[in-house]
């Protein structure tokens, strides 16, 4: 048995204040207060480490052995012999129980952490894997734009492409490889225009739902690559299209919004912050961060809301799911922003339109596939594929081009 009372001369505590060393330790070990190990040491000066105190590793004071002599000599003191053997057990029994508490919780954590690392270092890997790849099939060239400088500034929305959806009726006709094409031709456009309104920046606008994703069970029906495939198609596309619009251009912004179609769950149950277009938006910049004239500019609100300063004048971006083209919508909008921007950039709907409501200007793209499948047949929605391009200056928006596909 150890001397209890030379022991706790030792260390210059009282048996009142060695039971309040006891609760401080249990507490910790629950978690009931913020105090740390070394506080608790430093608190009754017991000049120890506190790894020794908190791995009970110092058999005096807080080991097993002899907190049961404490209380066994406790109870020789006493009257009441059985009460105090009754509270020594029970003691006992609740360090027990708090240390296996604590040593479970513990593992918890450094499981979950080891999770956590784990994921991590995947997607320091993978955005290696990326860089190195864009750096072999997207090459810094001797850049030789169409405008070497000039005010004009092009927007290029790409809306609502739902890489992956495959159909074929009457109405029209999409799968994968008719999205590359479209794509094509809409580059052309861009180049065109470029050249025609002597443009030397553009400003690409990932406007949400690049992916058909498989939120519904008639959309997983008509999806002919599954979801992972559709983010690998997508990526791809999108990628080589911000490539070769660096071709076209001094300098290339790239901005992005989460659709509704990239949800990972139904509706109901989906998190906000969970869209797989925020996926394809950082393959896109992993690949392409090495080209000098290529920048991707993060949100700064939300994943919903993009927003961006053109030759002067504020613009917002947004899927449209959350954003009607009226005045409550404006106003929803703007009271979140903290200020009335120029004009707010928009998808969702499927055909292009322009449209001014309470002084800010809504920009409308369209989608790439058109009409022709189920839910468009059905909803007896009519419309063909097309983008939108947006020429700007110093006073506004000075062309709106929806460009048929």
């Known amino acids: 048995m150890f ?12 048996e009142e204040t060695y039971e309040e060393l006891l609760t401080d330790c249990s507490n910790k070990i629950c978690g009931v207060t913020d105090l740390d190990w070394s506080e608790i ?21 807080v080991g097993g052995s ?45 499981k979950q952490n080891y999770t956590d690392a784990r994921i991590e270092q995947k997607f320091d890997y993978l955005e290696n894997v990326l860089s190195n790849f864009g750096k072999i099939n997207f090459k810094n060239t001797n850049n030789n734009p169409i405008v070497q400088i000039n005010e004009n500034e092009m927007i290029i929305c790409l809306s609502d492409l739902h890489i992956g959806e495959t159909f074929s009726s009457a109405f029209g006709s999409y799968n994968s490889d008719i ?49 992972i495939e559709q983010i690998k198609k ?24 989460a659709g509704n179609h990239s949800r990972m769950d139904k509706k109901e149950d989906a998190l906000h912050d969970e869209r797989l277009d925020d996926l394809i938006a950082w393959i896109v910049n992993s690949s392409l961060s090495h080209i ?32 009607a083209m009226d005045k409550n919508g404006v106003a929803n909008l703007t009271m979140m922003l903290g200020y009335i921007p120029y004009a707010v950039l928009r998808g969702h709907n499927h055909y292009p339109a322009f449209n001014e409501v309470s002084g800010v200007k809504f920009i409308q793209s369209g989608s790439l596939p058109g ?35």
């Open 3 to 14: 001397n209890v009372e030379e022991i706790l001369n030792k260390y210059n505590i009282n």
């Open 41 to 61: 040491v430093d608190k009754y000066n017991l000049g120890i480490a506190s790894d020794t105190l908190r791995k009970a590793q110092q058999v005096p004071l």
């Open 66 to 110: 002899f907190i049961r002599d404490y209380y066994l000599s406790k109870s020789d003191k006493s009257d009441d012999t059985d009460k105090y053997n009754t509270e020594l057990q029970s003691q006992l029994r609740e360090l027990e129980r708090k240390k296996i508490q604590y040593r479970d919780e513990r593992n918890a954590w450094n």
């Open 179 to 227: 999205a590359v094409e479209r794509i094509s031709k809409y580059l052309e456009s861009v180049k065109e225009n470029a050249e025609l309104y002597k443009v030397s920046k553009a400003n690409i606008v990932l406007l949400g739902d690049n992916i058909s994703g498989s939120i519904h069970h008639t959309i997983q029906v008509t999806n002919r690559e599954n979801v």
């Open 234 to 257: 997508a990526s791809e596309i999108i990628t080589s299209f911000c490539y070769e619009c660096t071709k076209i251009f001094n300098n290339v912004d790239f901005y992005s919004v």
């Open 292 to 323: 000098e004239n290529f920048k991707y500019i993060k949100n700064i609100y939300d994943n919903g809301i993009a927003t961006f300063n053109i030759c002067g004048k504020n613009y917002a971006a947004c899927h449209g799911d959350f954003d």
């Open 371 to 405: 009409s022709g499948d189920q839910y468009t047949v059905e909803k007896r929605l009519v419309g063909k594929p097309s983008q939108t391009i947006c020429i700007c200056n110093n006073s506004g928006i000075k062309a709106h081009i929806p460009v048929e596909l």
